[in-house]
Each structure stands twice: as C-alpha cells, then as structure tokens.
C-alpha cells in the first residue's frame, strides 16, 4: 500500500542489509516514525511494546529478530535462547510460533557460518509469501463481494463492518480483512467501512481509519458496542475480519468483542468472514475456548486514554477513579459455528476441519 504516494510496508530492510526498519505504530494517526531494529531486545520491544503488531507482522518481526540475533551468536545456543525470548514476547498469535519455528527447521541445520545469511533471505521470504497469501485472500474476498453487489442489483453501497486492524499495518501488505476491501474499492465496487473503535488500544480509530483514508476507502468510526445496533437495521451487509489463531475445526481467535460481533451477525443473519493466511491456522488445536492462550495485558490500557490535544501535542489521561481496578483480556474466541467463511489464500474454506483439510489437504 501507500503512504504519501510511496510504495510502503510496516516493516523492511535497511539499505545495509543489516537494520530492519518497523514504522512505530504506537505513534500512529498523530505522527509517523520509522524506528530502526539492530539487535534480539529491540525485536522483542517492538512485538511485546506494540510497535508492531497484528499476527503476520509479529511473525515476519519474529523472524528478522532471530536474524539479528543470528548476527550477534550464531550458535546453536544463540538461537535457543533467541527462539525463548521471541516466543516470550505475546502469546496469542500462533505466527510468531510458526515463524520461529520455520527457522528452527530451515536454519538450524546449516553450518554456523552460513545461518545470519540464510535467516535474513529466509526472513525476507516470509514477508514476500506473505503479501502474495494477502493479495489471493483479497481475490477470493473480493468474489464474495460481488456476489453481495449483485444480489444488491448493484445499487447503493456495500457496508463492511471490521474490528480491530487486520489491515496492511497488521501484516507486511494487503491486510487479510481489508484486502477484499482494497481489491473491491480498486474494481470500482462502492464500499464503505464500519470501523470498530476497538477499546482498549484503539486499533480501529487510530490504524485501521489510517490505513482506509490514505487509500481513500470511505468509513464510518463506531464505538464497539454499535454493530449490533446497526446490524439490526439493516446497515451491515458483512463482517470481514482477520485473526491470531484458527483451530483446526475453524474456531477463530481475534481481538476482543470479535465474538460479540459474531454472535450480533448471527442473530441478524449477516454474513461473518474471516480472511486469513495459513501460518495462522493452528493444527495443533481443536477447541479453540480452552485451548488458546489469551493475552491480558496491563490494566493502564483500560484505565487510560491517549491522544491528540488541539495544539498537536499527545497526551495521556487516566479516566478511571484512581483506585478503579481493570481487567485487560486482549482476545477472545468465535466458534466456528458463527463463523460462515474462512477467507484463505487457497480459497474460502468452510469453517471445520474438513472445510479446512479440503484446502489444505497436506494437514488431514
Ligand atoms: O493486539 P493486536 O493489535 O496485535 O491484535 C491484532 C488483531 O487482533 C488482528 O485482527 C489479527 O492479528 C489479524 S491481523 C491480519
């Protein structure tokens, strides 16, 4: 996608081969910094701070960490204790695991000498494999969305309800919600977003709202107790959105009030997808409420508020009476049976193992 007319991803290689460049989207809407990543620690900071964030992306930060980490001990020893502490960093979005763990596979095995040269074009790889997934999620959404406009007699407008950021800032491009998005807004198909706010970090209001104005995609900011509201009235023709770990039965993990979201969809029959590329399908789980790790994250994200003041400045506010205590579930899970598509690179797969083997046959 762009920013300012220029080609841009959320994360990239220095021209030294060596720095990998993140854009800091803790800084987004209210400014754009780009901050340079040299060691292990700053890979770790960028995922656990949030700099980065959205599951492709902490997988593709992951894997340029362990080649920074690589850079400074290659041992086998070195990328243990790397694999320790990139896995330590969040532990909900199942492609930080995936990541490390292709590393595992494909770097180990070389000799010491040839691992930092071999993690970095592998590393590079996962990002270009990523966006490829991207965009064919967007060309098997974008069918879906067309199918809406013509069942519409092609008239008015497609109203998209989306939470959190599953856009290209949470991936390395296309996003996996947004890209049936993006590709439909380019056909000419008048679409318009219903952007949840996404409390407690905002990464409705302050990213995705980003990311669908640079691209001119019109949009409405809601607060997350609205699409319930508007779903009953006829205002949302769909649900797109992305995901930090499927099960192999098709349970969806995302950011919390996903599931409520889906439970209102489905209570007003609107169509619920998940667009999603395959390092984020757990095949090692079932059952999706008891078996994924959900994050809970310090309870200051709850209490406080951060943004801009009319002079430009940012500013944080407490807005909780001081003793308030709050709890800070980042994630929850849909089951599959409120779930009606899994939008993949391979095709949209019904949500159950056997939706999911038929596409990816080398799982059954
Ligand atoms: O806590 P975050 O911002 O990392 O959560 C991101 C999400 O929940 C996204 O919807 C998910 O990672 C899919 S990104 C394509």
Redesign the pocket.
Known sequence: MKVNGTPTRPIWLDDDGFGVNIIDQTKLPHAYEVVRMETLADACHAIFD?LV??????GATAAYGMALALHADATDAGFEQAYKELYAT?PT?VNLRWALDEMRKQILPLPVAERVKAAYALSAQICDDDVAQNSAIGDHGLKIIEEIWEKKGKTGVINILT?????WL??VDW???TAPIYKAFDAGIPVHVWVDETRP?N?GASLTAWELGNHGVPHTLIVDNAGGHLMQHGEVDLCI????RTTASGDVC??IG?YLKALAAHDNGVPFYV??PSP?IDWTVDDGVKEIPI?QRDATEVTEMTGRLKDGSTATVTITPQSCKAANY??DVTPAKYVTGLITERGVAHPSKDGLVQLFPEFA
């Open positions: 949030m964030r959205g599951a492709p992306l902490i969040r979005a939470h959190c950021n599953a856009g949470a991936t996003g996996t919600a970090r990464q959105v992305g995901t930090d995302n950011k996903t667009g999603l984020t994050e980042a994630f």
